[in-house]
T-cell receptor, first 112, second 113 residues
């Protein structure tokens, strides 16, 4: 089973809202990732967690706040976003670092 | 810098034809090269990957070749089917101690019946 699940599938939020994206995997993977993908572009890495600790932050604005409550869950908390943050947000996981990454279906976010 | 060139950006073939997508990468220390297929409205799906100690890998209709000297790797799809229509991304891993993937710009493959 190579499944990464993400909720919600779609999210519309205003610039003053606070929302969270959720990602879950039950493959025993110890590394989890957040990516942002704009239309017709490749995914761009945002954050990497390894063994529930933040390993990489790719200079992402503080209005994006990741959280890894346990080895199966990864959250992305959103606050005071801008319209240009509208994109597909992808979660991925891998057995460790470095290993093959498996992606979830993504959350399509629209910021109004 | 860290980048990978991917060509072509779009590729249209007839069902049953072969399709080839090529990538050139910049980091000579890279040792892992995955290919992802992304259908409309979905996340990228790993379809095949290759490590630097191997020159070619095949999985049914899909094959990947790697030329480390020239820093090229290619995806070959034979006997294409309409369900192969998607965007394909190549990627390579930067040698940073963890697997940061650098993605190509993508190839939109359209297979016509």
């Amino acid at each position: 089973d190579t499944e990464v699940t993400q909720t919600p599938k779609h999210l519309v939020m205003g610039m003053t809202n606070k929302k969270s994206l959720k990602c879950e995997q039950h493959m025993g993977h110890r590394a989890m990732y957040w990516y942002k993908q704009k239309a017709k572009k490749p995914p761009e890495l945002m954050f990497v967690y390894s063994y529930e600790k933040l390993s990489i932050n790719e200079s992402v604005p503080s209005r994006f706040s990741p959280e890894c409550p346990n080895s199966s869950l990864l959250n992305l908390h959103l606050h005071a976003l801008q319209p240009e943050d509208s994109a597909l947000y992808l979660c991925a996981s891998s057995l460790g670092l470095p290993e093959t990454q498996y992606f979830g279906p993504g959350t399509r976010l629209l910021v109004l | 810098g860290e980048n990978v060139e991917q060509h072509p950006s779009t590729l249209s073939v007839q069902e049953g034809d072969s399709a080839v997508i090529k990538c050139t990468y910049s980091d000579s220390a890279s040792n892992y090269f995955p290919w992802y297929k992304q259908e409309l409205g979905k996340g990228p799906q790993l379809i095949i990957d290759i490590r630097s100690n191997v020159g070619e890998k095949k999985d049914q209709r899909i094959a990947v070749t790697l030329n480390k000297t020239a820093k090229h790797f290619s995806l070959h799809i034979t006997e294409t089917q309409p369900e192969d229509s998607a965007v394909y991304f190549c990627a390579f891993s930067l040698n940073t101690g963890f697997q940061k993937l650098v993605f190509g710009t993508g190839t939109r493959l359209l297979v016509s019946p």
